[in-house]
């Protein structure tokens, strides 16, 4: 049986390789969507000066987890301002750039409504006009920059929408982990553990193939070895290019597969309990590899390659790295009763990114 491997996304890494924007946009207008502390880091001065005046409209009130509700505005504004731009840069976290996925989707009215509606169909469609999107990640966790996905809350109504669309791979990916050096270490643990959870979700998964596990392996390697060092040495360019290499890794492998369990279980956590999605998508990482093992063995070979053979030895090692960044790894920890998680793992084991697990169909709240 032959299994595919499909991903578009030109990638450049390595550190200045920021500068790359100024080839890959050559005779083009330039719209830039970036997070509120660009400016003040020097990130808005550097695009400027390399763009010069191809640079014609900026966004730079991106606000964590894109929301519905200013998604709209911000929407409308930039296709009645930002029309002729051919090009979106993203810089920033993930935010920023699922931020840009949704604004490069045009809609035939030009209002945001209308793409909401489609989303909520849920149904694939050709978006009546689109830009091309160059993501530069300013956050090693979310590989948004090598994937099609974008994330859309709706907290008001508690609901999440996952956009994506042919044109919403970006063209290209610059990963420079010079950009990444500022990041604070709440948010450095955050992502560094959601694209932990990329790599082990696209194993126990029912869309895994070796190519995926090639990367998946490799990424949580990385994060395993890293994380706590980088979290005591956060200027230290080796471990965030290191980390920021295991994030677009991980994003490599779960382009293909889309996340699971650890995920869809994350959505219910962060809408209605308010946790942060890296560390949403990977408090329960010990568990769903409990759920998940034993299912396949061909599956458990892949996760052995990481863990051994010994299942609770596995576990263990997991929650002790857990754990050694403050990350609390029970339910009950974040004030979810023993029935609420119960209900909240049902749940979600019946939700799209639920139904990748291996485990899904034979699971024991089923
Ligand atoms: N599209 C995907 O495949 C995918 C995958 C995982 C997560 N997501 C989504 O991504 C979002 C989370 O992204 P994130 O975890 O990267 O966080 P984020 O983009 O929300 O950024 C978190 C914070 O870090 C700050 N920040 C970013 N870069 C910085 C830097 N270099 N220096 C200092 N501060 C910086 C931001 O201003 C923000 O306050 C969520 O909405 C999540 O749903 C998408």
């Known amino acids: 049986m032959s299994q595919k491997f499909h991903n578009p996304v030109a990638t450049f890494f390595g550190n200045d390789s920021l500068k790359e924007i100024r080839t890959l946009t050559e005779n083009q207008h330039v719209a830039l969507v970036t997070f509120p502390e660009a400016r003040s880091l020097g990130l808005i001065d550097r695009v400027q ?18 929301d519905v509700a200013q998604l709209a505005g911000l929407y409308e504004r930039f296709w009645q301002q930002a029309g002729h731009c051919h090009t979106v840069i993203a810089l ?30 849920g149904q694939a469609f050709t978006p009546a006009q689109a830009k091309s999107l160059i993501a530069i990640p300013t956050t090693a966790g979310t590989g948004s920059e090598v994937t099609p996905w974008a994330t859309i ?17 970006p063209k290209a990916a610059i990963i420079d982990p010079q950009l ?14 959601d694209a932990l959870s990329h790599a082990m979700e696209s194993i126990w998964n029912v869309n895994a193939n070796p190519v995926s596990d090639t990367f998946a392996v490799s990424a949580i390697g990385d994060v395993l070895a ?42 219910e956590m962060t809408l209605r309990h308010g946790l942060p999605h890296g560390i949403a ?31 609770g030895t ?17 339910f009950s920890d974040y004030g979810v009763d023993a029935n609420e998680a119960e209900q909240i793992v049902g749940y979600a084991l019946l939700g799209a990114r639920g139904k990748n697990f291996i485990g899904a169909e034979r699971s024991p709240v089923h």
């Open 49 to 66: 000066a390399l763009l010069g005046d191809r640079l014609a409209y900026i966004v730079e009130d991106v606000q964590p987890n894109p």
């Open 92 to 121: 920033g976290g993930g935010s920023a750039i699922d931020t840009a996925k949704a604004l490069i989707v045009g809609t035939q009215s030009g209002r945001f409504n209308e793409l909401l509606e489609l989303l909520a169909a």
């Open 153 to 169: 809350w709706d907290s008001a109504n508690l609901k999440k929408y996952s956009l994506h669309l042919e044109c919403t791979w």
């Open 180 to 193: 990444m050096l500022t990041v604070p270490r709440g948010i450095t643990v955050s992502t560094g553990l």
């Open 226 to 267: 890293c994380l706590p060092a980088l979290c005591k040495d956060l200027g230290n360019l080796e471990l965030r290019a290191r980390m920021a290499l295991a994030a677009m890794k991980a994003g490599l492998a779960f382009s293909n597969t889309k996340t699971a369990l650890a995920h869809s279980i994350s959505y």
């Open 281 to 311: 998508c990977s408090f329960t990482l010990p568990m769903v590899l409990g759920l998940a093992w034993g299912r396949d063995p061909a599956r458990d070979q892949v996760l052995q390659q990481v863990f051994g053979p010994d299942l």
């Open 314 to 330: 596995a576990q263990q090692r997991l929650r002790q790295f857990l754990h050694s960044l403050d990350v609390k790894t029970d």
